[in-house]
């Protein structure tokens, strides 16, 4: 067992807090422009005690190819550019709404039908949110 001195030297490590500004977020929503995603929008839910991620980030495309593409192009462009993949994608085989996970931030890819459905910023209408475009 070491002593008590040995624990009050060892190195403290910081904690990092995910931001809107981080690296992952703006690869995530440039992939997401690159491929003409449309309506964009970013919810901030820190401050939301049940939410399962710090951000949701939802878009929509007009096709299930561009619903594909744009999925696709997200997961190569974290893992090129933050070394980052996915804890869990879903959806892909339908492509009406393709889900991918990276734990802190969850990507909805959505054909408009769908998101009009599932009306995902309504439910989380607590989270701040924040609008994308070119």
């Not at 959806?91 to 009306?119: C, S, T």
């Amino acid at each position: 067992m070491e002593p008590l001195s040995v624990l009050k030297t060892r190195e403290k490590r910081a904690i990092v807090r995910l931001t809107r500004n981080s690296k992952i977020f703006k690869t995530i929503i440039q992939a997401i422009l690159d491929k003409k995603g449309e309506n964009i929008i970013s919810l901030d839910l820190r401050k939301i005690p049940e939410a399962a991620a710090d951000f949701f980030i939802v878009c929509e495309a007009s096709s299930t190819t561009q619903v594909k593409a744009i999925s696709d192009h997200i997961e190569d462009e974290v893992k090129k550019v933050c070394g980052e993949l996915p804890y869990k994608h879903e959806g892909k085989q339908a492509a009406q709404w393709v889900l991918i996970d990276y734990v802190n931030i969850v990507v909805h890819v959505m054909h408009p039908e769908a998101r009009k459905f599932y009306q995902l910023e309504e439910m989380w209408s607590d989270a701040v949110a924040q609008m994308h475009e070119n």
